[in-house]
């Protein structure tokens, strides 16, 4: 490699990239199953910024903002709102739809995250609506998901380390390859 003076921020660049796209990737999938959204959903909620060859530093950003409800395939039933949650249907009790989305009806010392079936992460809004005591259901914040998932972060975290090293590898025998003569 010392032959080759351009060669070392090439390999850099080009493993940190090739590293950051599969963790992006194993990223919203690990989303899509925890919040039951489509995955191709959660990936355009995902930036990824790229090394290049003075700056070698890649990372993903997970979007901050909620997701709407209405990715999350409500439909109406009986009992209120049906919407999916990790493969299968979890219903909303005393939900119902109104022109701008989905409302909850409010009872006093009931607490809304805890008694709806669903995750604190997907969250209620909790300023009411005109007089009424009534609150809007929205969809769920993918950076609390991915920040409440310690265990499965780590795991991520670990294979894109290991994948790291083998990319750089990779790169270094492609490079050599391509500039010493067989």
């Given at each position: 490699m010392r032959d080759?003076?351009?060669a070392l921020p090439r390999v850099m660049s080009r493993g940190l990239n090739?590293?950051?796209?599969?963790?992006?990737?194993?990223?919203?999938r690990?989303?899509?199953?925890?919040?039951g959204l489509k995955v191709k959903d959660v990936r355009s909620r995902l930036s990824l910024q790229?090394?290049?060859?003075?700056?070698w530093r890649s990372a993903i950003g997970v979007s901050r903002k909620r997701v709407s409800l209405s990715?999350?395939?409500?439909?109406?039933?009986t009992r209120g709102l049906s919407v999916k949650h990790r493969g299968k249907r979890v219903t909303i009790r005393s939900a119902f739809p109104a022109l701008k989305g989905w409302f909850i009806r409010q009872e006093e010392g009931v607490d809304w995250p805890g008694t709806i079936g669903v995750e604190a992460a997907w969250g209620i809004e909790s300023k009411q609506v005109g007089r009424l005591p009534i609150s809007r259901i929205k969809g769920p914040i993918l950076s609390w998901v991915y920040e409440g998932a310690k265990d499965d972060v780590n795991r991520i975290q670990a294979e894109s380390a290991k994948r790291l090293a083998k990319n750089i590898h990779d790169q270094v025998n492609l490079i050599l390859k391509r500039k010493?003569?067989?």
């Open positions: 080759i003076p351009k090739r590293t950051a796209t599969s963790a992006r990737t194993q990223v919203s690990f989303l899509s199953k925890r919040t790229k090394a290049s060859y003075s700056n990715l999350l395939g409500p439909k109406r039933t010493l003569p067989a």
